[in-house]
Antibody, heavy 120, light 108 residues
Framework: QVHLVQSGAEVKKPGASVKISCQAS????????IHWVRQAPGRRLEWMGS??????NRRFSQNFQGRLTLTWGTSTSHMDLSGLRFDDTAVYYC???????????????WGQGTLVTVSS | DIVLTQSPGTLSVSPGERVTLSCRAS??????LAWYQQKPGQAPRLLIY???TRASGVPARFSGSGSGTEFTLTISRLQSEDFAVYYC??????????FGGGTQVEIK
């Protein structure tokens, strides 16, 4: 069974960075992309970016260009968001990409979510 | 960016009723559309991909249809566990991937 387990909640000050990890199990890690999606209070789900865990290729939403770093290791992906603002307060999810084209993916498994609160 | 508009925003229904949710894309996404169910405090759960293919383990009462810019998620007979928010998502070639604003299905 596929499982994605994320690191715990974070509280950060404006301007700081946050790093969230996503530990995958139950499938061959480099066979599927990992995507990052966030959900701010009262707002729709927002795709942030994705990483091909086989080649290391990445795609980013322009909304996060320059602030978002995606890395990966053994069965783990990391998301690093810098220059935090109050409106970055959200639940951040990692999700496993489905389908044969890594950047054109639906999300067939999700982590449990990590709440990031940006507060002074 | 491709904008996905879901309607209605909220749907009040009784258990056992048939439910139809709509997702409209601002430009064609062909059949590159997925549907998710999200319950409070939980991550979204994949229901449908490719506009009409049920994900593994999803009950047959859930069905998806449509192509191009108009899509529908139908729940044939609503069960108590189906009260949730439903989102559509496109995954065409050009980023970003986007989601609709969601439809909340609540108990009447």
């Amino acid at each position: 069974q596929v499982h994605l387990v994320q690191s715990g909640a974070e509280v950060k000050k404006p301007g700081a960075s946050v790093k969230i990890s996503c530990q995958a199990s139950g499938y061959t890690f480099d066979s599927s992309s990992i995507h990052w999606v966030r959900q701010a209070p009262g707002r729709r789900l927002e795709w942030m970016g994705s990483i091909n865990t086989d080649t290391g290729n990445r795609r980013f939403s322009q909304n996060f260009q320059g602030r978002l770093t995606l890395t990966w290791g053994t069965s783990t992906s990391h998301m690093d968001l810098s220059g935090l603002r109050f409106d970055d307060t959200a639940v951040y999810y990692c999700a496993k990409g489905g389908g044969n084209i890594w950047y054109r993916a639906w999300f067939d498994a999700w982590g449990q979510g990590t709440l990031v609160t940006v507060s002074s | 960016d491709i904008v996905l508009t879901q309607s209605p925003g909220t749907l009040s229904v009784s258990p056992g009723e048939r439910v139809t949710l709509s997702c409209r894309a601002s430009q064609s996404v062909v059949s590159n559309l997925a549907w998710y169910q999200q319950k409070p405090g939980q991550a979204p759960r994949l229901l449908i991909y490719g506009a009409s293919t049920r994900a593994s383990g999803v009950p047959a009462r859930f069905s998806g249809s449509g192509s191009g810019t108009e899509f529908t998620l139908t729940i044939s007979r609503l069960q108590s566990e189906d009260f949730a928010v439903y989102y559509c998502q496109h995954y065409v070639n050009r980023p970003p991937i986007t989601f609709g604003g969601g439809t909340q299905v609540e108990i009447k």
